[in-house]
């Protein structure tokens, strides 16, 4: 399984981005698909996920401003994010489990960088 992140950016507070995730040889529908990022100086961390059936679950200072979605026909995932902050800069990852289950994310990205300004 591969996957190619892109749609990172330089943005200014309150503006939006949406980043996309495609994935290629694997059987993307039944994958579990995440967003992680990576601030800096700080840990990774999860930040919304979303089910082969498209159940989603967000990181609880995203809940409200960021959607992720799935494309199954494009293999492709989203993270919509509106009303972006300075705290959201980051690289942002995603990354996939083919299992489905949620906890096996053995695949990733390479990374999309985004920068928010005050």
């Known amino acids: 399984v591969q996957l190619q992140a892109f749609g990172g950016g330089l943005v200014q507070a309150g503006g939006s981005l949406r980043l996309s995730c495609v994935g290629s040889g694997g059987i993307f529908s039944t994958h579990y698909m995440a967003w992680y990022r990576h601030p800096p100086g700080k840990q990774r961390e999860l930040v919304a996920a979303?089910?082969?059936?498209?159940?989603?679950a967000y990181k609880e200072t995203v809940k409200g401003r960021f959607t992720i979605s799935r494309d199954n026909a494009k293999n492709t995932v989203y993270l919509q994010m509106n009303s972006l902050k300075p705290e959201d800069t980051a690289v942002y990852y995603c990354?996939?489990?083919?299992?489905?289950?949620?906890?096996?994310?053995?695949?990733w990205g390479q990374g999309t960088e985004v920068t928010v300004s005050s």
């Open positions: 990354t996939a489990d083919p299992t489905g289950g949620g906890a096996r994310f053995e695949y």
């Open positions: 979303i089910s082969a059936r498209g159940v989603a």
